[in-house]
């Protein structure tokens, strides 16, 4: 841990308490290396209410106490675990997976193929498919998902008839 560090034990409210209001030029030199240390934003560019609030925010940041810096450390992570969990299990659910597939891309071209000899009309080939497929009750898939499978391997794509 440097210097800077150690240094910033003490709150940063407290070290700049009364001197928010004022100018650069009339800041001590004490104040002004805790200024270029912890301040983000030129003390210049911000009004006195936008140092005090960022000083505040740095505080709340950085804490001090053992308990607060571990308080906020279990409440980074909660938000972190809430925000990339569902994203992770929307990845992993999006990627087609051979342990997911009741109908496998050959099925889905055979039972097209065969709708398609039988004259069965582009628009309806998908339904009957899969009133076909699931006619035997051994398959159970909904047909939502029947016409992902479907549409991912192009059949929904109309295709000139020889």
């Avoid at 936008?50 to 571990?70: F, G, I, M, Y």
């Avoid at 051979?98 to 050959?106: E, I, L, Y």
């Avoid at 398959?139 to 991912?152: D, L, P, Y």
């Amino acid at each position: 841990m440097t210097e800077r560090r150690r240094g910033s034990a003490e709150l940063l409210c407290k070290k700049l308490a009364g001197w928010f209001d004022v100018e650069w030029g009339e800041l001590p030199s004490d104040k002004r290396e805790v200024v270029r240390q912890r301040f983000p934003l030129s003390w210049e560019s911000l009004t006195p209410r936008q140092r005090r609030k960022c000083a505040s925010d740095l505080d709340e940041q950085h804490p001090t106490d053992a308990v607060e810096k571990e308080r906020a450390e279990l409440h980074f992570l909660l938000g972190f675990r809430r925000v990339s969990l569902p994203q992770r299990g929307k990845r992993n659910a999006s990627r087609p997976r051979p342990s997911r597939q009741v109908v496998s891309d050959d099925q889905l071209r055979r039972l097209e193929g065969e709708l398609r000899l039988e004259g069965v009309k582009h628009h309806n080939r998908c339904s009957e498919a899969h009133r076909r497929f699931t006619s035997n009750g051994a398959t159970r898939i909904s047909i939502q998902a029947f016409r992902r499978r479907w549409n991912r391997i192009g059949l929904n794509i109309k295709k000139k008839e020889p």
